[in-house]
């Protein structure tokens, strides 16, 4: 099942929706501010060559009064930062990131190397709460479970039609008191 993957990448989510708040509100709230760490030559990482070769491994930005174009896609980020006064575009991979700090009030994480993400899924997406499957009728090619056919059909049941009669039995409460040797 590989939880460990699944919950790096829960916890990258994190990051993605605290950028996604600090969008939705026009800016970071009172004190906070964002500092994030990521590997500058990971697959996806889209930053100026100049910022590569200064930061060969990895790279800390700050994100809190001078940002812009902040963006949070279900993958990756992007802001333009200055570096020595000039804006720079960055693109990062949620996947990039190493650590993710929130000095105002005292959050970090830290995560798996990027590495050891490979096996996992590709998106963060795809970690999402499965939707509730709805009961689908049997088809003559791919039957349902394996259904018992009651022994006897009392004359009230006989007159229900027989996906009603189902749905009652599946819905039956029963007493552990049925289960219990007397």
């Known amino acids: 099942?590989?939880?460990?993957?699944?919950?790096?990448?829960?916890?990258?989510?994190?990051?993605?929706?605290?950028?996604?708040?600090?969008?939705?509100?026009?800016g970071l709230p009172g004190a906070h501010h964002f500092y994030i760490t990521f590997l500058t030559h990971y697959p996806?990482?889209?930053?100026?060559?100049?910022?590569?070769?200064?930061?060969?491994?990895?790279?800390?930005?700050?994100?809190?009064?001078?940002?812009?174009?902040?963006k949070a896609h279900d993958?990756?980020?992007?802001?333009?930062?200055?570096?020595?006064?000039?804006p720079k575009y960055l693109s990062v991979p949620y996947t990039a990131i190493t650590r993710f700090h929130d000095p105002s009030v005292g959050f970090a994480m830290q995560f798996d190397p990027p590495e050891e993400m490979q096996d996992a899924p590709a998106t963060l997406a795809r970690i999402r709460p499965e939707p509730q499957a709805k009961p689908v009728a049997a088809t003559d090619d791919?039957?349902?479970?394996?259904?018992?056919?009651?022994?006897?059909?009392?004359?009230?049941?006989?007159?229900?039609?027989?996906?009603?009669?189902?749905?009652?039995?599946?819905n039956k409460v029963v007493s552990l008191d049925s289960f219990r040797k007397k």
């Open 1 to 26: 099942m590989n939880y460990d993957k699944m919950t790096q990448l829960a916890l990258r989510g994190v990051v993605r929706d605290a950028i996604r708040r600090v969008i939705r509100e026009d």
């Open 44 to 70: 996806g990482v889209d930053i100026e060559e100049s910022l590569a070769k200064k930061y060969p491994e990895e790279i800390t930005v700050v994100i809190e009064h001078q940002f812009w174009d902040l």
């Open 75 to 86: 993958d990756s980020f992007e802001v333009t930062l200055k570096f020595g006064g000039v």
């Open 142 to 170: 791919k039957p349902a479970k394996p259904k018992k056919k009651p022994a006897a059909k009392s004359k009230a049941k006989a007159d229900k039609p027989a996906e009603e009669t189902e749905i009652e039995a599946a």
